[in-house]
Nanobody, 121 residues
């Protein structure tokens, strides 16, 4: 089995910063794409940022220039550095990781448990 554990959410004021972490553990053979998504109340879950195994990144237009996704392959961890936070960034943030388990040829996605980010004005 594979587990994803997120940390780093919380309450921050307008213009503040937070850093989210998502660590994968368990029966991991290889990790491919790693991503962060978010879901605000009453809205769908949207992609925030993605980083592929080679390090290429892509961001939602709403966070470009403010958020940075990175990964530490040795620690099986993905990060999301969030700067210049706005009230509209308030949401539950989820990590999503594509993993090939040990002794398997099959790649599937796993979700973190979600962490709340609240930005006050």
């Amino acid at each position: 089995q594979v587990q994803l554990v997120e940390s780093g959410g919380g309450l921050v004021q307008l213009g503040g910063s937070l850093r989210l972490s998502c660590a994968a553990s368990g029966s991991i053979g290889s990790i491919y794409d790693m991503a962060w998504l978010r879901q605000a109340p009453g809205k769908q879950r949207d992609l925030v940022a993605v980083i592929i195994s080679a390090g290429t990144t892509n961001y939602a237009d709403s966070v470009k220039g403010r958020f940075t996704i990175s990964r530490d392959n040795a620690k099986n961890t993905v990060y999301l550095q969030m700067n210049s936070l706005k009230p509209e960034d308030t949401a539950v943030y989820y990590c999503y990781v594509n993993v090939r388990r040990v002794h398997s040829d099959y790649v599937r996605g796993y979700w973190g448990q979600g962490t709340q980010v609240t930005v006050s004005s």
